[in-house]
C-alpha cells in the first residue's frame, strides 16, 4: 500500500524511469572507471582513452540492459523491493559483468592497447561501481516509502488513542475500571 501523502512523482515512477537512470549511470560509472583505474580525473587522459571508454560504453550498455532485462530487473515494483530483489541486482550485474569481460578480454586479444586502451580492470571497477548506483536508486524508493509508511502509521495509531473498549469480568473491579 502506497501512503497517501507520497508525492506523485514516486507513485509515477516506472520501470522506464528507472532503465533512463540505469543508462546515466552505466555512463557515469565508466567514467569513474576510467578516473580510478588511471589515478586521475585529468580531462586529457580521458580524452586519450576515449576510443577504449567509447568502445566498452558500446559493448556494455547493451549487455547489461539485456540481462538486466532478461533476469526481470525492469519487471519488479521497487518499492516492496526486499531481500530477493538485493540478490537479484547483486546476481544481475555480476552476470552482465562476467559477459563484458570476456567480450573485453577478447577485444584487447585481437588488437594492441596503444590501438585501444580498454584494460581489462574497467569491467571490474566498473562493475562495483554500478552495483552502487544501481542498488541505490532501487532501494532509495524502497526506503523511503517505508520511513513514509511508518510514519504515517504512527500518526494513525496516535490517533485511535481514545477508542471504546467493551470490558467484560465478573466482579465489581471491572466495572470500576470502566468508569475511569
Known amino acids: 500500500m502506497i501512503p497517501s501523502d507520497t508525492p506523485d512523482f514516486i507513485r509515477n515512477l ?4 528507472f532503465v533512463v537512470s540505469d543508462i546515466s549511470f552505466f555512463i557515469i560509472a565508466a567514467f569513474l572507471s576510467y578516473a580510478i583505474r588511471f589515478d586521475t580525473f585529468n580531462p586529457n587522459l580521458q580524452i586519450a582513452n576515449s576510443r577504449g571508454l567509447i568502445v566498452f560504453l558500446a559493448v556494455a550498455i547493451p549487455i547489461k540492459l539485456s540481462v538486466f532485462y532478461l533476469l526481470g530487473i525492469y519487471r519488479r515494483y521497487w518499492m516492496t523491493a526486499g531481500p530477493s530483489e538485493l540478490i537479484l541486482v547483486g546476481f544481475s550485474c555480476l552476470i552482465a559483468t562476467v559477459i563484458i569481460l570476456i567480450v573485453v ?59 471504546v473498549a467493551l470490558i467484560i469480568g465478573p466482579d465489581t473491579r471491572a466495572s470500576r475500571f470502566a468508569v475511569h
Open 14 to 17: 516506472r520501470n522506464r524511469h
Open 105 to 163: 578480454i577478447f577485444v584487447t586479444r585481437i588488437t594492441t592497447y596503444a590501438v585501444l586502451p580498454l584494460p581489462t580492470s574497467i569491467p571490474v571497477i566498473d562493475v562495483l561501481i554500478n552495483a552502487i548506483f544501481i542498488t541505490g536508486s532501487r532501494f532509495s524508493i524502497r526506503a523511503y516509502s517505508y520511513t513514509r509508511r511508518s510514519r504515517s502509521h504512527r500518526r494513525r495509531i496516535a490517533n485511535q488513542l481514545d477508542k
